[in-house]
């Protein structure tokens, strides 16, 4: 069929034709919304779970929910090379800008030049100019040093300016289990004092199923956050993910075929994606057959393999994957790593670094004290694919 009208889009942070299956956390997000319109400051969202699991393109509809009500929001992925602290006062440049104008009340002035001044302590050569003189204005101040203090002082200022815009602050952060541990710190204070003083600013962190053991390990009182697991679908929502979009231009699945996708991708939005976008393509007509299904199975592994899987394999060193291998099959849902030290034949002790680089690699995360587990769904089967 038509490859020109396939509605499926495998791929890290694509959104889906029809994003199934997340309505609680849609809608408690957009409750918190309109609290923190009335004054009342929720705490942090947090979603966790595995690769490909559609935390990205949560984390995303979260961010377009905000900016529908007018809010002003922030979306940065940690991981790269830049601090919290730049991430944060790069991703407010865009948004500033669009709401600075001439007529701008003082608290936007105010935090013009206190984002002036967030700039300034991490860029040196870098100025910032909206086109509007701040001289003689209040603000600024949010160059410390301290990342605390300097954090609290452009949510504060910014999200006060925001809420005179109609809204408040949205700040969005992917791949949270990446920030340092000062950096979770400091964002679980900052948030903390957001509440206590009903600053219309609002968190949603998204990361790892480690996410929230991390949290915890970082501040006590992360136990405030709220923690939403963002698993694998039920079964009618993968059939609504597959059968959405088709109809929308009149395709239809047969029921067998349909059957069988879901049940080839465990349900997984990025297996989901993947075979679906397949199947259609294998397809001669409008009508999805079990045939076309089949087919689109077998392509999609390839693909998987290709990429999903096979970008993350080849980050890793030979002695890695030693140890990947030594996981399989128990990986996909966790076995210990005293029981991998005794299949590679080495005391547990100097397997350690091993064990940190593929948790620093993002490969495996630690579901319990001990134990180990990948981070993707179904590597087990992909490295049992690979020759030696
Ligand atoms: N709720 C959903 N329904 C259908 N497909 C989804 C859903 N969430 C994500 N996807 C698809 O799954 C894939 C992975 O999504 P992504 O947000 O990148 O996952 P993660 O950030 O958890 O690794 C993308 O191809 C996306 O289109
Ligand atoms: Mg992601």
């Known amino acids: 069929m038509d490859p020109v009208l396939n509605p499926y889009v495998p791929g ?21 919304l309109q609290r923190a319109e009335r004054g009342i400051t929720d705490q942090p969202i947090v979603l966790y779970g595995l690769r490909g699991v559609g935390k990205t393109v949560l984390l995303t509809q979260l961010r377009h929910d905000a900016e529908q009500r007018g809010w002003l929001a922030v979306q940065v992925e940690a991981g790269s090379s830049s601090s919290l602290r730049e991430m944060i006062g790069e991703g407010l440049y865009g948004p500033l800008s669009d709401i600075t104008r001439p007529s701008a009340g003082k608290r936007l002035l105010k935090a013009l030049k206190t984002a002036v001044s967030f700039k300034a302590s991490y860029d040196a050569t870098g100025t910032w ?3 509007i003189d701040l001289t003689g204005e209040p603000g600024g101040g949010a160059d410390s040093g301290r990342l605390e203090t300097d954090l609290k002082k452009i949510i504060k200022d910014v999200s ?8 408040g602050l949205a700040v969005l952060i992917d791949e949270a289990q990446d920030l340092t541990k000062d950096e979770l710190v400091t964002l679980a204070v900052a948030s903390q004092a957001a509440a ?15 996410l929230p053991q991390i949290l915890a390990e970082a501040k006590s009182y992360s136990e405030r956050f709220k923690y939403v697991h963002v698993e694998r679908l039920a079964p009618a929502e993968a059939r609504e993910a597959l059968v959405r979009p088709a109809q929308e231009v009149s395709v239809t699945w047969e029921q067998d ?25 294998a397809a001669s007509d409008a009508t999805i057959t079990l045939g076309d299904a089949q087919l689109g199975v077998a392509r999609g592994h390839q693909q998987l393999d290709n990429g999903f899987f096979r970008t993350r394999w ?6 890695e994957k030693d140890y990947l291998r030594a ?12 029981e991998v030290a005794n299949r590679l034949g080495k005391p547990i002790g100097k397997l350690g670094p091993r064990r940190s680089s593929l948790l620093h690699k993002g490969l495996i995360y630690a579901p319990d004290h001990g134990v180990v587990a990948f981070t993707v769904p179904g590597m087990s089967g992909f490295i049992s694919r690979q020759s030696e």
Not at 261 to 278: A, C, T
């Open 314 to 319: 080849d980050r890793t060193t030979k002695a």
């Open 160 to 167: 006060q300016a925001a809420a005179d815009e109609g809204g």
């Open 327 to 338: 996981m399989c099959p128990e990986g996909d849902t966790g076995i210990g790593s005293g």
């Open 196 to 210: 206590q003083d009903n600053w219309p600013v609002l968190f949603a962190l998204a990361g790892l199923p480690n």
């Open 129 to 131: 100019n909206f086109g």
């Open 12 to 32: 890290a942070g694509r959104r889906p034709a029809a994003l199934v299956g997340r309505d609680d956390a849609i809608n408690s997000w957009s409750v918190a």
């Open 257 to 281: 075929a349909l059957e069988y996708v879901i049940d080839q991708s465990g349900s997984y939005p990025y297996f989901i994606q993947q075979f679906g976008q397949e199947a259609w393509n």
